[in-house]
């Protein structure tokens, strides 16, 4: 029943080492979503996909990079993970309507842990 | 500039008691949408409730009520008789559109701080 599925659920990888963490939607949405959360912390939106088009947020760093191949599916790539980007990862997603910002879906996120 | 304050870090209840969780917002939109989430220990965000800035309408659900007033900024939350499964982050959330609202687009959230409730038998 799961509709925005995140995989891995736990992540462990070495300092540099790059990685990736998928999401999957079964929800058809628009968009999708990657957002950062770190310990205690409100998440933060690092880009968004709406359909192909990629939209980066300002203060993302370069060491993040996304795909997204078709509307089901999309990755989070991190080139060369640093402690600092230990966090949880979640996807989501939303519909797109006129005239109404539609709620976003989250899956259950990805828990980065940075050797 | 969007913004969203959630001043209660953390409350602690105990069970059956009622708590009221305060949201306070800027913005410089006369259309917005604000929206609550759940954020229980294994980590997924659960949406509870969607209001847009012209429905003033104060909503119930179950033991969930919510309170918009648009002349303060706010935007409060209430468990009623509170249940150790209601032990949770709760955050509040702003939207602003990525479009305008004749164009379909999606919408960017800013968070609030978040509020951590401790439901205790």
């Known amino acids: 029943d799961a509709m925005v599925i995140q995989n891995p659920r736990y992540q462990v990888t070495q300092f540099g080492k790059p990685v990736t963490l998928s999401c999957s939607q079964t929800?058809?949405?628009?968009?999708m979503y990657w957002y950062q959360q770190k310990s205690s912390q409100a998440p933060k939106l690092l880009f968004h996909y709406y359909d192909k088009d990629f939209n980066n947020e300002a203060d993302t760093p370069d060491n993040f990079q996304s795909r997204r191949p078709n509307t089901s599916f999309c990755f989070l790539d991190i080139r060369s993970p640093g402690l600092g980007d230990a966090a949880m990862y979640l996807c989501?997603?939303?519909?797109?309507?006129?005239?109404?910002?539609?709620?976003?879906?989250f899956g259950d996120g990805t828990r980065l842990s940075i050797l | 500039a969007q913004k969203v304050t959630q001043a209660q870090t953390e409350i602690s209840v105990v069970e059956k008691e009622d708590v009221t969780l305060d949201c306070v917002y800027e913005t410089r939109d006369t259309t917005y949408y604000l929206f609550w989430y759940k954020q229980p220990p294994s980590g997924e965000l659960v949406f509870l409730i969607r209001?847009?800035?012209?429905?003033?309408q104060n909503e119930i659900s179950g033991r969930y009520s919510w309170n918009f007033q648009k002349s303060t900024s706010s935007f409060n939350f209430t468990i009623t008789a509170s249940q150790v499964v209601d032990s949770a982050v709760y955050f509040c959330a702003l939207s602003y559109g990525l479009g305008s609202m004749i164009k379909a687009a999606g919408n960017k959230l800013t968070f609030g701080g978040g509020t951590r409730v401790l439901v205790k038998p």
């Open positions: 929800l058809n949405h628009n968009v």
């Open positions: 209001r847009n800035s012209f429905d003033e």
């Open positions: 989501a997603t939303s519909r797109v309507k006129v005239g109404g910002h539609q709620p976003q879906h």
